[in-house]
């Protein structure tokens, strides 16, 4: 959903800067694109991200592989029926419950989901507390959206008020619990910042819940005062810009990413100030694109080129010079919207109406830019981190083509003939052991096999192990 959530909003706002006036677009559309890129694009990585993830760090894995693929089809359609529904001409009360059922439904499933726990969990570490309160708020929200939407709707959209505390509480209580939870977690490894400080997070926690009263009684002070207490708390408590005690890892991606998601933080910052004055023209709109956009999106397109690829069977990102683009330009256009928005929707700087804009398709070509190099990273052949020296006649059939699937072929046509028709192998079946049932010299098979992992192996390990 990252793509209609972008797309949109690049619509809107050009339409809004054509006329110079907010009503120049519908409430119905804005919604829809803010729907679409928060509970679309955030919750939809989020989402995915915990069911791997989570369950792993507490020792064990998710209830149900399957279940979660179902979740993915409810939540992907629950948020696309609300975008269509939200950019029709008239309104659709069904649709708008029946996607507010399923996304509900889904964030009942991912509690579920991801309390499994193993012998070996650690209790008390700093992540989980944030992770589990931006949960069980994203479920209490969701459940406040369905009733929402049970009301007599007159326009594609929910009423203006309601809705707009919505949004804010999910930005705070779902939102930046989560992302403080997993930088707790993936920092010290990545960035090589210091253990993160359970107190800290603690109370960064406690904070939350006070911001989540200003936001309910529409208390720009209150909110605002505690989210910026929060926030500093949070950047306190996770040592960001303290010095550093390790090296952050950089291999295989550009080398400056722990800067921007530094950065992130600056941006969140700058959220939760620009929430003083969420009452004047084009406030709102810089503190939530702020938050989004800068805080949100530039510690995804930070850390997830890092961490994405070795989830998917370790690969290696395909290009560090997309990444650095896509920082840079999701950086810029969001500078030029947080800094242009409220001087134009205020009547301050007229000539402002002409940069928001370029600041959306300066973003729209970062968010393009980075989905294409994770696309190109996912297409590339699953890479080999081990070269010829290490195939040996000790290596586990079973291993090899689920790890490799292509090898299958290869075994196949060099002799091992049993296994081409074979529905299930013997997790401890070795390759010699196949080789000499069928009769087959195990030096042949080893080195074919030298030859596929050798062609596998990403560009640093060739070079090291002298394969061309």
């Known amino acids: 959903m990252i793509l209609p959530g972008t797309v949109l909003g690049v619509w809107n706002l050009v339409g809004i800067s054509s006329q110079r006036e907010m009503a120049a677009v519908s409430t119905a559309w804005i919604q829809a694109h803010g729907h679409a890129q928060f509970f679309g694009w955030f919750g939809t990585f989020i989402i995915g991200i915990s069911l791997y993830t989570f369950p792993k760090f507490r020792g064990s894995a998710c209830r149900s592989i399957p279940l979660a693929w179902i979740m993915w089809v409810m939540w992907s359609v629950g948020v696309g029926l609300r975008w269509l529904a939200g950019v029709q001409n008239v309104a659709i009360p069904a649709a708008f419950r029946i996607s507010s059922a399923l996304e509900l439904g889904v964030a009942v499933l991912l509690l579920w989901q991801v309390t499994a726990s193993g012998p070996k969990q650690r209790k008390g570490q700093a992540w989980e507390a944030p992770i589990f309160a931006g949960f069980t708020a994203l479920l209490l929200l969701l459940g406040w959206q369905l009733l929402l939407t049970m009301r007599p709707l007159s326009s594609p959209s929910l009423p203006a008020l309601p809705n707009r505390i919505l949004i804010s509480l999910a930005v705070w209580t779902f939102g930046f619990p989560v992302v403080v939870g997993y930088c707790a977690k993936f920092f010290p490894g990545l960035l090589g910042t210091a253990v993160a400080n359970v107190t800290g997070i603690h109370l960064t926690l406690g904070l939350v819940a006070i911001a989540a009263v200003g936001f309910a009684l529409d208390s720009a002070v209150l909110a605002g005062s505690a989210t910026s207490i929060a926030v500093a708390l949070a950047l306190w408590s996770l040592r960001v810009f303290h010095p550093k005690r390790g090296n952050p890892k950089t291999t295989g991606v550009y080398r400056r990413y722990p800067q921007f998601a530094r950065l992130a933080y600056v941006w969140l910052a700058v959220s939760a100030v620009l929430g003083f004055g969420v009452s004047r023209p084009g406030m709102l709109g810089a503190s939530r694109h702020a938050f989004t956009v800068g805080f949100l999106a530039t510690l995804i397109f930070s850390i997830g080129p890092r961490i994405l690829p070795s989830f998917l069977n370790s690969r290696k990102l395909w290009s560090a010079r997309l990444m650095r683009f896509s920082l840079v330009l999701v950086t810029a256009g969001c500078a030029l919207r947080v800094i242009s928005e409220p001087l134009a929707y205020g009547g301050i700087v007229a000539s402002a109406w002409t940069v928001l804009p370029v600041s959306a398709f300066s973003e729209l ?59 299930r192998v013997p997790k401890s079946l070795s390759l010699g052991e196949a080789a000499r049932a069928d009769e087959v010299p195990p030096e042949i098979l080893i080195e074919k096999l030298g030859d596929f992992f050798e062609s596998r192996l990403p560009r640093s390990l060739r070079q090291n192990s002298g394969a061309v």
Not at 383 to 412: C, E, H
């Open 365 to 423: 070509a970062a968010v393009l830019l980075f989905g294409f190099n994770l696309a190109m990273t996912l297409a590339a052949p699953i890479p080999s981190w081990f070269g010829r020296k290490q195939v040996n006649d000790r290596m586990s059939i079973y291993w090899l083509i689920s790890s490799y699937p292509a090898t299958r072929k290869i075994l196949v046509d060099n002799g091992l003939v049993t296994l081409g028709g074979a529905d």
